[in-house]
């Protein structure tokens, strides 16, 4: 085998959520690399070890006898620690076999990662190109957007072109993915089976907390032609009857949203589907598009409720545009899915107050309340570690669920309180609940609600925010 690509297994503590109710993503980038070697006459294989339910300890078991000429591994920050513990055990069975490592953490902390014996290279950015021409076998120091050793030395090369034209990608290497094991956040799909894509690059946005511009700063877009091609594929094969978009703005081009509507409805693809928004990229409009095509729930980020921080995070979003863009989704026919943040620079006691309370007076039908986590790479980060605020960097605790940062303004453990007292005070009251009760029209209805409501007592009751 040319390479064997590796996303590694994630443990989500019981302080966190997201350990009642996460999804379970397929590995966008690795399934998309796997397609294009293959398209190059390179043997592929894809091992994912969080959706298999494969945590270290019995990675070995997995690992072929035959050693790949590569293993390639991926790792957000949160999950930097077990990847690089992955690749000792890759180093392990596989001695003379070079670990590539890839993903945000080492794309922006390529040094960091190079320490590690066991990490030969790491591709920064897009490393669709990069990739390849590591594996056709091109001198190193030729390839930008990668860092490696040499006589003990990191060399890090200048970084790779940016890749405009992203509607030229194959489709992904569904084939190489156990597609039975992936899911959305409980409570975010219609229907089942229901799976998950991402169609685009980038984000209109310059949110000083956001990685998103890791891949460049101008968006990119997959047609709605490919898109509606793929999505096909995918219900012929797979079965799939409902897709949650992953975009970080899947309304960013509303042209684009338009035609991808109408070729569902001309196509008459029986589907459910989901996606990310900006409440500066809606109107009415579009919206009854996306209802006629079958979009179900559009997720805003709305941060906070206090006009200076969210200046003091750069979101440039107004109240007015808010409550304009959760009223505008509701008389759609559309479900409203808010996320909002605690614990951001100038959070106060208050100010946290302040955002639950807009939370429950917008009344959107979900809402997700995370603890504000500085990722390396961000301006959000630089100036946590510039001003010695940042806790640790325990890349493993930046999970969404606990403080990173020692804020001068409120205490980490009063963030901790409202980060529970916050899902409590929302989800618990009786008009909510009845409010749920009413919409449910069928079995499934009532087991997609049940389960991420077990969940959710589950984590309130939880006293251990380990």
Known sequence: MDILLINPPRYRKSGNIWKYVSACLPPFGLALLA????EKGYSVSIL???????GLEDIEKYLGKESPRFVGITAMTVLISNALELAKIVKKVY???????GGVHATLAPQEVLERKEVDFVIQGEGETSLIQILSGQDLKKIKGIAFKENGKVIVNSPQETIEDIDSFPMLAYDLLPMDKYHPAQGGCKRKPSFSMITSRGCPGRCTFCKGNVLGDRIRFRSAEKIVKEIMFLQKNYGIRDITFYDDTFTTNRL???????????NKVDLTWSCF???????????????????YQVMYGVESADEQILKNINKKITFKKVEEAVEATKKAGIE?????????????????????DYAVFLDPDLVSFNITTPYPGTEMFAWADKNNLLMHKNWAEYDLSKPVMNLPTVSSDKIIYYYKKAYRQFYMRP?????????????????????PFLGLIKFIINKNND
């Not at 928004?277 to 979009?295: F, I, P, Q």
């Open 35 to 38: 397609s294009l070697a293959r």
């Open 48 to 54: 994912d070890c969080d959706a298999l339910k494969i």
């Open 95 to 101: 001695p003379k076999t070079r670990v590539i490592m």
């Open 256 to 266: 684009r949203v338009k035609q991808f509507c109408d070729l569902i409805l001309k």
């Open 277 to 295: 928004s900006r409440v500066d990229t809606a109107d009415s409009e579009t919206l009854k598009e996306m209802k006629k095509a079958g979009c």
């Open 336 to 356: 409203v899915r808010l996320a909002f943040m605690l614990g951001n620079p100038g959070e106060t006691e208050e100010t946290i107050k302040k955002t639950i």
């Open 431 to 451: 008009s909510y609940i009845f409010k749920r009760l009413l919409k449910m029209r069928s079995l499934e209805d009532l087991k997609s609600n049940l389960r």
